[in-house]
């Protein structure tokens, strides 16, 4: 069975060479991202393998399909790029629900501990052999309240970590774990008690800038956010506007809402074109890492394992445990729950 990978990034390769090997798969390493114009590049394969940044939308789809195409890997958990409605009857779509939601829990809290310890600067500092310790003051996490969006597998995580610092935690979630020990709030409370905000929820029409100039408002002065899920989640113009008016006390964000031209990139020595990213990077309170939370040797050898047993599934017929759902709206007469596939 050949794959054609799109996006492909030197680090992906090694691992997804080494569990490929004996399976059957063979990958093509694509640099080039998936979208209407490379599309074409998938001719002659079975399948499509695509990660965060690549466009999976009803021309793509299409096109896949004309191609022949009838899976598409993704090697990420998040699927907001993928226009799933299209999909269904045509292309199996399956995933990486877990690779490792320790590697994104761990960076979100490396995240607001350089943040509000400084590190960032006094790493420059003592390269530069500046020992000064002016501006540097941070303040203690302990007995600060973390308000925690989406519980789920990263969430959770980052819950038990933030505990472990003394934090009070709050969460709020649109389906909340029952038993699960975790105090829910609503989002009004949760923006309004919070020091700190995490979010941990995926993107959907729901949850597109969940972090708006409104929610901003009403959340605590010098509030401090922390965006390792997805870029749209917060309105970039607001936040920038809460930073200047110093109602945001500081962002810590390894997503963007307009990253996927950007990030995984090398621009330096080059022109950025995004003032709101730019604006934002240039903020002392501002921390910007380019979507690198999931980048663990432990998170990368279980996407490519995760992923190369996905498409053996499919090929040889089983039923998809990761075929993401559709919403095909057959609620009682699911396939999926009968461990078959979608269609
Ligand atoms: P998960 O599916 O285990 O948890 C998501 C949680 O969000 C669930 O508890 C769900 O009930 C909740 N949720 C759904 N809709 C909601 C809404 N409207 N409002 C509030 N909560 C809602 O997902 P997991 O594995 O914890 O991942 C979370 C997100 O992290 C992913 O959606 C993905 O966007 C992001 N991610 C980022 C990575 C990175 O490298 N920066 C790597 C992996 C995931």
């Known amino acids: 069975m050949r794959i054609a990978f799109f996006d492909a990034k030197d680090y992906d390769i090694p691992s997804f060479e080494q569990y490929g090997k004996g399976s059957g798969i063979e990958f093509k390493f694509f640099e080039a991202k998936l979208n209407e114009d490379t599309a074409e590049l998938a001719s002659g394969y079975d399948g499509v393998c695509v990660f965060v940044n690549d466009t999976v939308n009803a021309a793509v789809i299409d096109k896949l399909y004309a191609l022949g195409i009838r899976v598409i890997a993704l090697r990420c958990a998040g699927y907001n790029n993928v226009d799933l409605g299209r999909c269904f009857g045509k292309i199996h779509v399956v995933r990486v629900p877990a690779y490792s939601p320790y590697a994104v829990a761990e960076h979100t809290m490396a995240l607001l501990l350089t943040s509000v310890r400084r590190i960032h600067k006094a790493y420059n500092r003592t390269k530069d052999f500046n020992f000064s310790l002016s501006g540097l003051t941070g303040f203690d996490l302990h007995g600060k309240t973390v308000g925690v969006i989406g519980t789920g597998k990263i969430g959770r995580i980052f819950?038990?970590?933030?505990?472990?610092?003394?934090?009070?935690?709050?969460?709020?979630?649109?389906?909340?774990?029952?038993?699960?020990?975790?105090?829910?709030?609503?989002?009004?409370?949760?923006?309004?008690?919070?020091?700190?905000?995490?979010?941990?929820?995926?993107?959907?029409?729901?949850?597109?800038?969940?972090?708006?100039?409104?929610?901003?408002?009403?959340?605590?002065?010098?509030?401090?956010?922390?965006?390792?899920?997805?870029?749209?989640?917060?309105?970039?113009?607001?936040?920038?506007?809460?930073?200047?008016?110093?109602?945001?006390?500081?962002?810590?964000?390894?997503?963007?809402?307009?990253?996927?031209?950007?990030?995984?990139?090398?621009?330096?020595?080059?022109?950025?074109?995004?003032?709101?990213?730019?604006?934002?990077?240039?903020?002392p309170n501002v921390i910007v890492t380019s979507h690198q939370a999931f980048l663990t040797e432990e998170a990368l050898g279980n996407i490519a394992e995760t992923t190369v047993k996905n498409l053996v599934a499919f090929r040889d017929g089983l039923p998809l445990e990761n075929e993401l759902c559709y919403q095909c709206g057959k609620v009682d007469d699911c396939r999926k729950t009968r461990k078959k596939r979608c269609f």
């Open 159 to 283: 819950i038990d970590i933030c505990r472990g610092f003394g934090m009070r935690v709050l969460a709020y979630d649109k389906y909340p774990a029952e038993d699960a020990g975790i105090d829910y709030v609503s989002l009004d409370e949760l923006f309004s008690e919070s020091d700190v905000i995490s979010l941990h929820c995926p993107l959907s029409e729901e949850t597109y800038h969940i972090i708006s100039a409104d929610a901003i408002s009403r959340c605590k002065k010098g509030v401090i956010f922390l965006n390792t899920s997805r870029g749209a989640l917060i309105d970039s113009d607001a936040l920038l506007d809460g930073i200047k008016r110093r109602q945001v006390g500081a962002a810590c964000l390894d997503v963007y809402e307009e990253e996927s031209d950007i990030f995984f990139r090398d621009f330096s020595g080059h022109i950025v074109e995004d003032d709101v990213l730019a604006r934002l990077i240039s903020m």
